[in-house]
């Protein structure tokens, strides 16, 4: 009887503990995109690089989620220009279009003092955007300006 008892108190504290226990849902992917595009608001590159190798792992078709990457590597204070590069690549040949990533390479291409390549993706962003006055197109364009004028 008392080992009886027994079991029926152990097996009450177990489901009252199971009851009790927080079951934790991971971040959807959209979330993860929005926890790195605030850390990139607030210049938290490693917290962005985090969500974003993730997203980047459970879903490695995401275009965007590859040039925010490798936004986070070119932008952190001693820039990984390497890692950048790879996952501009990779983010445009999932999306040749991607206005974002052909700016961002560009511009990655002026830090590595290779300004024929930032051309390249400017006149690209050209005939992306069929104008020159798309959000991508002026910045990079400035960007190289700026380049040509500091480097003469």
Same mark, same amino acid.
């Given at each position: 009887?008392?080992?009886?008892a027994?079991?029926?108190?152990?097996?009450?504290?177990?489901?009252?503990?199971?009851?009790?226990?927080?079951t934790?849902?991971?971040?959807?992917?959209?979330?993860?995109?929005?926890?790195?595009?605030?850390?990139?608001?607030?210049?938290?590159?490693?917290?962005a690089?985090?969500?974003?190798?993730?997203?980047?792992?459970?879903?490695?078709?995401?275009?965007?989620?590859?040039?925010?990457?490798?936004?986070?590597?070119?932008?952190q !204070?001693?820039? $990984? #220009? *390497? %890692? =950048?590069?790879?996952? +501009? &690549?990779? @983010?445009?040949?999932l999306?040749?279009?991607?206005?974002?990533?052909?700016?961002?390479?560009?511009?990655?291409?002026?830090m590595?003092?290779q300004?024929?390549?930032?051309?390249?993706?400017?006149?690209?962003?050209?005939?992306?955007?069929?104008?020159?006055h798309c959000? !991508?197109?002026? $910045? #990079? *364009? %400035? =960007?190289?300006?700026? +380049? &040509?004028? @500091?480097?003469?």
């Open positions: 009887m008392r080992y009886a027994l079991v029926l108190v152990c097996l009450l504290g177990a489901s009252a503990y199971a009851v009790d226990t927080p934790v849902t991971p971040p959807t992917v959209s979330e993860r995109m929005g926890t790195a595009r605030q850390a990139i608001e607030r210049g938290g590159w490693s917290r690089q985090y969500d974003l190798q993730s997203v980047v792992r459970d879903v490695p078709d995401n275009a965007d989620a590859h040039n925010l990457l490798a936004y986070t590597y070119r932008k !204070e001693k820039p $990984d #220009l *390497a %890692k =950048a590069f790879e996952h +501009y &690549k990779v @983010a445009l040949k999306d040749p279009q991607h206005k974002g990533a052909h700016e961002y390479i560009g511009e990655a291409y002026l590595a003092k300004p024929a390549q930032a051309e390249k993706h400017l006149q690209d962003l050209a005939r992306i955007c069929g104008n020159t959000e !991508e197109y002026v $910045d #990079l *364009a %400035k =960007a190289l300006a700026a +380049y &040509k004028k @500091a480097n003469p």
